[in-house]
């Protein structure tokens, strides 16, 4: 299966945009911002696959504020451990306690790693530095939730996982018409395998079923009318 499109929406102008031309589009609306004195905040991409967000951090908050967010946004699910670090996902450990503004500066990377058994992996990139004032971490733009559609019928969106063939060749995302025909041959989705499509890298793992934060966007993608 071909990895699907993704785009967010500029925050500021509503242009669509894919994950890359988003980093530079973002970067022009904030560097045209009144700057204000005495403040300090990072733009970072946050991505995995086709999964991006955009956000605005404040450079005297610390790594452990971004853990929470990250956990809230696209990874809480069963209270596992995580991890940043420098030099890949299991490279040389970044503590939690470190301020924004004892770590980063353009172009520096992290990587992040939530759960050492089912394990999801992120990638943190420093975009630009802008003397703006940010509350924790701000949350610019994300993207859309991806086109996917029924492996049975191939035409409606999808809606469920059935977890015990995720990964399989033959499909796994099933709208819900499909989703009855599918319980007739896998007996174990109806009674545990099921799991929703959400809108962030943990989808299909461990207990994940959704975020805390914008939850609006965190679903399937409707189609348009």
Not at 50 to 62: D, G, R
Not at 158 to 182: K, L, M, Q, R
Request: net charge negative.
């Amino acid at each position: 299966m071909s990895q699907p499109k993704s785009a967010g929406n500029c925050p500021f102008c509503k242009k669509s945009l894919a994950k890359r031309a988003m980093s530079r589009h973002l970067e022009t609306h904030l560097a045209k911002m009144p700057p204000a004195a005495g403040k300090q905040a990072y733009h970072l991409r946050i991505e995995a696959g086709p999964y991006f967000l955009h956000v605005l951090m404040n450079a005297t908050s610390s790594l452990t504020v971004l853990d929470s967010f990250l956990r809230k946004i696209w990874l809480e699910c069963c209270g596992h451990l995580s991890q940043f670090a420098q030099g890949g996902a299991w490279g040389s450990e970044v503590g939690k306690s470190r301020k924004a503004n004892a770590i980063f500066a353009k172009g520096v990377k992290l990587n992040y790693v939530y759960d050492f058994g089912s394990s999801t992996e992120l990638k943190i990139q420093v975009m630009g530095e802008h003397s703006l004032s940010a509350k924790g971490i701000q949350l610019l733009t994300r993207n859309e939730p991806l086109e996917l559609l029924c492996h049975g019928c191939e035409k409606e969106p999808a809606e469920s996982i059935c977890s015990v063939h995720w990964g399989d060749p033959g499909g796994w995302f099933f709208c819900e018409d499909c989703s009855e025909e599918h319980e007739a041959v896998c007996p174990d989705a109806e009674d545990y395998a099921w799991m929703p499509i959400v809108n962030s890298p943990r989808m299909g793992v461990c207990g994940y079923d959704g975020g805390s934060i914008d939850t609006e966007r965190d679903g399937v993608f409707k189609v348009n009318s």
